[in-house]
């Protein structure tokens, strides 16, 4: 489970645990990913995830830990 919060210009910041499946379709840069069914290569996907921040639908942020995938 990746602990990720989302960030916006109203009160009320979300803290929420999902699995890797959840947290990926929550963020807009895979989207063309998930429309095509194609994902890059992992050290492609392990640096988006070093980066540790992703814009949301609505104008939101989401923001969680770096790591990687092994």
């Known amino acids: 489970m990746i602990a990720w919060q989302t960030r916006s210009d109203s009160p009320g910041d979300e803290i929420v645990e999902l699995s890797l499946g959840a947290f990926l379709r929550r963020g807009m840069s895979f989207s063309i ?6 994902w890059p290569p992992l050290r492609t996907l392990n640096a988006f995830l070093a980066v540790g921040v992703d814009d949301v639908e609505g104008g939101g942020l989401l923001h969680w830990p770096p790591f990687q995938l092994t």
Do not use: G, M, N, Q
């Open 33 to 38: 990913c998930r429309e095509i069914h194609a």
